[in-house]
């Protein structure tokens, strides 16, 4: 191989699926980065790519070859950082992206330490609860609620949700507390719709040591978890809201936990990165942020659980 940068040309033409928005991103002209790849293709003597008038796409020996680029950068990446480590500062444009709730709960009340920590650093941040394609979308770091579905991503757990069952003083003063998940269908219950399906989100719980799940619904539902605690907190029914968007509400006397012997661990929370980034000093720093920021064992998980 004559030219590394052929390799970083081909993995931005892979991950974009353009000419254009590969040469775009790598400061080129589209006719540049054309030549490029059919220089590498050339060389290889193996078609990488099938090119049509709306689209580029991977062939096969393209998708083998794509993977073992991105290893082969990404160890020069590491090898790059690992000796300019020492006096690199984080600097440079930052992209990340992070769920709607536990951005604006937990993380965006602390980004202004993050920045005076930083000051060479600009901080793009999108809050969304779309899933997102970390290589096509440029993005460099992702808060994620979940397993992780790409497996080239690296995870660094921060820690693990709980989701609770609760419900105003007030209501529950008028209906009464269920004591089993079963009598949740005598209670008015505000469930998490799902729009683009029309179906709920269900309740999960855990009795002995076994998960379970029920479908809930009632009059009054809601595709946002701040208008679910919104209305629970309104008296309007109960509500499964995350533990940190339930924290100060409880805190307060607002809402009351209830079924809380049916209460179980949820999914873990991480911050999400490519492989290729993993020592990139404005990366490293924000997920060293983050780490600082949320404990394994968070604030709102004991409130949620007394």
């Given at each position: 191989m004559e030219n590394l940068n052929a390799l970083r040309v081909f993995v931005r033409v892979a991950e974009t699926r353009s000419f254009?928005?590969?040469?775009?991103?790598?400061?080129?002209?589209?006719?540049?980065?054309?030549?490029?790849?059919?220089?590498?293709?050339?060389?290889?003597?193996?078609?990488?790519?099938?090119?049509?008038?709306?689209?580029?796409?991977?062939?096969?020996?393209?998708?083998?070859?794509?993977?073992?680029?991105?290893?082969?950068?990404?160890?020069?990446?590491?090898?790059?950082?690992?000796?300019?480590?020492?006096?690199?500062?984080?600097?440079?444009?930052?992209?990340?992206?992070?769920?709607?709730?536990?951005?604006?709960?937990v993380i965006v009340p602390a980004l202004s330490q993050f920045i005076e920590q930083h000051p060479a650093l600009v901080l793009d941040a999108e809050l969304s609860d779309r899933t997102v394609d970390l290589a096509y979308e440029g993005?460099?770091?992702?808060?994620?609620?979940?397993?992780?579905?790409?497996?080239?991503?690296?995870?660094?757990?921060?820690?693990?949700?709980?989701?609770?069952?609760c419900a105003s003083p007030e209501y529950l003063a008028r209906h009464g507390a269920p004591l089993t998940p079963d009598e949740?269908?005598?209670?008015?219950?505000?469930?998490?719709?799902?729009?683009?399906?029309?179906?709920?989100?269900?309740?999960?719980?855990?009795?002995?040591?076994?998960?379970?799940?029920?479908?809930?619904?009632?009059?009054?539902?809601?595709?946002?978890?701040?208008?679910?605690?919104?209305?629970?907190?309104?008296?309007?029914?109960?509500?499964?809201?995350?533990?940190?968007?339930?924290?100060e509400a409880i805190r307060e006397g607002k809402l009351q936990c209830v079924l809380t012997d049916y209460a179980g661990i949820g999914p873990p929370v991480s911050v999400v990165y490519l492989p290729g980034r993993n020592l990139s000093p404005k990366v490293r720093a924000f997920v060293d942020f983050l780490r600082d920021l949320i404990p394994s064992d968070p604030d709102w998980d004991k409130i949620t659980l007394q």
């Open positions: 254009t928005e590969a040469a775009k991103r790598l400061g080129l002209t589209s006719s540049a980065v054309s030549k490029a790849i059919t220089r590498l293709e050339q060389e290889l003597n193996v078609r990488l790519l099938h090119r049509t008038t709306r689209s580029v796409g991977l062939t096969n020996d393209g998708a083998s070859f794509f993977e073992h680029c991105l290893q082969v950068l990404a160890q020069i990446e590491d090898a790059e950082n690992v000796l300019n480590r020492a006096t690199s500062s984080p600097h440079g444009r930052l992209r990340v992206h992070m769920p709607v709730g536990f951005g604006r709960r993005i460099d770091a992702a808060v994620h609620i979940g397993e992780p579905a790409d497996a080239r991503l690296i995870a660094r757990r921060l820690c693990n949700l709980r989701f609770v069952a949740l269908d005598r209670h008015h219950c505000l469930a998490y719709v799902l729009m683009h399906t029309g179906r709920y989100r269900e309740w999960q719980f855990v009795h002995d040591g076994k998960p379970f799940s029920k479908t809930v619904s009632g009059r009054l539902n809601f595709n946002n978890a701040e208008s679910l605690l919104e209305a629970a907190t309104s008296g309007l029914g109960i509500a499964m809201i995350s533990n940190f968007i339930a924290a």
